[in-house]
């Protein structure tokens, strides 16, 4: 039996279908939580939510004389807070757009898969202390990742410390990597051409490098250090999903840090080959949701 994490919620089944009604029923008293209620059309939509208030709804997108979408209008206008958790045997990314711009917070595919729903349920009901969380281990797990790496490659250990003020200036070379999962996050990874140099040349076996040699190897270390403390976080909790962007890379002699880029906790790494700063942060409001 899988287990949930969250407290027991208040769940209303909207689903045509008595089949679906019953596998879900079995599925949520399975994951500890109460089923207060169904529905299969709009006006039993609006009267049971009305009368239970619950937490949560489970939403099919195929319901007779409406669907999903409006269904899940109409208990945002009444209850902003319940969540709404589409139930679909179709799931395709214009859909979920659609879902999501409707007021929807999940997506699960039908047949539903227990863990599945569990974990999409206990990231909603739990997200302010995911979020908290994830922002402490984003900082712990980026620093041990770009430790690792540098021990990998040159052999040494880097020393960490949090910068006094914010930064603005960039040394030359900036690699910006988006981060998708549960929520949004951005990795950003400073350096000096030179610093990026000393990497190429270590890495390559030759003194001689082409400068686009030196800025694809930034992007490299910086997609190889995202990954690896990416994964050291999926580890312990894998309710995050996390997954990459590709690096996109800034460059130039007067190049600036944005305020934006900036947001969440930096870190100054001082290593042999230079400074190197890293910068992680996570937010609500882009989550991959499904």
């Known amino acids: 039996m899988v287990q949930n994490t969250s ?4 769940i209303v089944i909207v689903d045509d279908s008595p089949f679906s009604v019953s596998v879900l029923e079995n599925i949520l008293a ?3 939580h109460n089923v207060v209620g169904s529905a299969d059309s709009l006006e039993k939509t609006i009267e049971v939510v009305k009368e239970h208030t619950p937490d949560l709804v489970t939403m099919d997108m195929t319901i007779p004389g409406t669907d999903g979408l409006e269904c899940t209008e109409a208990i945002k206008k009444r209850l902003p807070k319940t969540k709404v958790i589409i139930i679909s045997s179709l799931k ?3 859909m979920m757009k659609k879902a999501k711009a409707a007021g929807a ?3 699960v595919q039908k047949p539903v898969d227990s863990e599945e729903l569990g974990q999409v349920i206990d990231r909603l009901v739990n997200e302010d202390q995911l979020l908290m969380k994830l922002n402490e281990l984003g900082k712990l797990a980026f620093q041990e990742a770009l430790m690792n790496n540098m021990n990998r490659i040159f052999g040494e250990k880097a020393t960490f410390h949090e910068p006094e003020g914010a ?3 960039s040394q030359g070379i900036s690699v910006v990597i988006g981060i998708i999962g549960a929520f949004g996050g951005r990795f950003v990874m400073d350096l000096s051409y030179a ?3 000393e990497v190429v040349k270590k890495m390559l076996r030759r003194e001689t490098v082409e400068k686009d040699e030196v800025l694809n190897s930034a992007g490299e270390l910086a997609n190889v250090i995202a990954g690896n403390a990416c994964s050291m976080i999926n580890q312990i909790n894998k309710l995050y ?3 990459l962007a590709p690096p996109t890379i800034y460059h130039g002699e007067s190049l600036k840090l944005s305020t934006a880029n ?3 906790t930096t870190l100054v790494a001082e290593t042999t080959i230079g400074v190197i700063r890293l910068n992680i942060g996570f937010a609500k409001g882009e989550q991959v949701w499904m």
Do not use: T, V, W
Not at 7 to 10: H, L, M
């Open 167 to 169: 930064l603005s200036q």
């Open 30 to 32: 399975d994951l500890g």
């Open 241 to 243: 999903g996390l997954r």
């Open 262 to 264: 900036l947001a969440g």
């Open 92 to 94: 395709d990314e214009a």
């Open 195 to 197: 610093s990026a140099e």
């Open 7 to 10: 407290p027991p919620q208040r």
């Open 105 to 107: 917070e999940g997506y």
